[in-house]
C-alpha cells in the first residue's frame, strides 16, 4: 500500500513538473519581449537559477548533515548532465542553433569557472596537502566568480536595451507574465522535490542501498527541472532559452550550489572521488564548447555522441558502484 502511495506521488510531481515548465518557459519568453533583452539572457537567470533551486536545497541539507560527498557529487554529478545528457537530447530532437556571443563569451566563461573550481579542489598535487579540500575561502571565490557572471549578465542587458533591437510581439501582459514564471518555478521546483522524495521511498522500500539512491534518484532527480525544461524548449525552437538555461544552471551550480553553503558553513572534504569525475566536468564543458564552435550548431550527431560519452561514463560509475556491493 505504501509503495502504491508513493508511486501515485511520483506520477503527480511528473505532472507538475512538465506543466510547471511549460509556464515557465511561456513566462520567461514573453518576459523577455516585454524587456526586450534576448532570451539568452533570460536563460542565464530567471530559468537557470530556478531550475537550480532543487540542487542548492539538496546541497545545504547534504552539508548540515555532513554528507559531503553528496554535496560535491551533485555538483559534479549534474553539471555533466546537463551537458552530455540535456544538450545530446535537446540535439537529437532538434539541431540547436548557437549564437556567435555564447561561442565566444559565455561558453569559455563557463569553461573558466569550472576549470577554477578544479584547482581549488586539487590540494593534494598544488599545495602539497595531506587531503583535497573545498574550504571556505574556496567557497568565496565561487562567490566572487558568480558577481563577474553578474557583471557579464547586466552588461549584456544593457547592451541589448540600448540596440533597440526590433523583438517579436509578447505573448502575455507583463503581469500575467511574472505570474507564469512564478507558478512555473513552484511546478519545476515542487514537482522536482515530490518526485525525489517519492522515488526514494520507493527504492528504500525495495532494498536499494542508500548509495544507489544517490547516485541515481538524487543525481537525476534534482536536474529533472533542466531535464524537462530543455526537452520542452527543444520542441518549442526556443534554442537560445535552452543554451541559456544549461550554461546559467552549470555555473549557477559551482558558484552558488557549491560556494555559498561552504562559504557559510565552512571546509568541506570528500571521500570518495576520483579522477575521472573531476575530469569529466571540464571535460563535458570543453566538448560543448568545442561542439558548437564547430560551426555554431550541434547537430543530431553530434548530440548522439554526447549522449554517448554520457553512458559510458555513467555506465562506469554504475558498475564500479554494483561491484562493491556485498552480494
Request: aromatic residues 6%.
Amino acid at each position: 500500500m505504501e509503495i502504491a502511495l508513493q508511486v501515485v506521488l511520483l506520477i503527480v510531481g511528473f505532472v507538475v513538473l512538465i506543466k510547471g515548465a511549460d509556464w515557465l518557459i511561456d513566462g520567461a519568453v514573453s518576459t523577455a519581449s516585454h524587456f526586450k533583452v534576448s532570451k539568452m539572457l533570460i536563460g542565464l537567470t530567471i530559468v537557470a537559477f530556478g531550475t537550480g533551486a532543487p540542487e542548492l536545497a539538496v546541497s545545504i541539507s547534504s552539508l548540515l548533515n555532513g554528507t559531503t560527498d553528496m554535496l560535491l557529487g551533485n555538483v559534479i554529478g549534474s553539471n555533466i548532465l546537463n551537458i552530455l545528457l540535456l544538450i545530446g537530447i535537446a540535439a537529437l530532437i532538434r539541431p540547436i542553433r548557437v549564437k556567435k556571443d555564447t561561442v565566444s563569451k559565455e561558453l569559455p566563461l563557463l569553461l573558466l569557472i569550472s576549470t577554477i573550481l578544479i584547482v581549488l579542489f586539487l590540494d593534494v598535487f598544488l599545495m602539497d596537502a595531506d587531503v583535497n579540500t573545498i574550504s571556505r575561502a574556496d567557497g568565496i571565490i565561487c562567490l566572487l566568480c558568480f558577481t563577474i557572471f553578474l557583471f557579464y549578465i547586466i552588461t549584456m542587458a544593457r547592451k541589448n536595451r540600448s540596440a533597440k533591437k526590433e523583438v517579436e510581439k509578447p505573448k502575455f501582459k507583463l503581469k500575467t507574465s511574472a505570474l507564469l514564471i512564478l507558478i512555473g518555478l513552484i511546478g519545476v521546483v515542487g514537482g522536482s522535490e515530490l518526485v525525489v522524495s517519492s522515488a526514494s521511498s520507493i527504492a528504500s522500500a525495495i532494498g536499494v542501498s542508500d548509495r544507489i539512491i544517490a547516485l541515481t534518484i538524487i543525481a537525476f532527480g534534482t536536474s529533472l527541472p533542466e531535464l524537462i525544461t530543455t526537452i520542452k524548449a527543444a520542441k518549442k525552437g526556443e534554442t537560445e532559452l535552452l543554451v541559456g538555461n544549461i550554461i546559467g544552471s552549470n555555473i549557477f551550480n559551482i558558484c552558488i550550489v557549491l560556494g555559498l553553503p561552504v562559504a557559510l558553513f565552512g571546509t568541506v572534504t570528500p571521500e570518495s572521488f576520483e579522477a575521472l569525475d573531476i575530469a569529466m566536468l571540464v571535460g563535458s564543458a570543453a566538448i560543448l564548447l568545442l561542439v558548437a564552435r564547430s560551426g555554431r550548431k550541434i547537430t543530431r550527431s553530434e548530440g548522439l555522441l554526447m549522449l554517448t560519452t554520457f553512458a559510458l561514463y555513467y555506465g562506469y560509475i554504475i558498475f564500479a558502484t554494483l561491484s562493491t556491493l556485498p552480494q
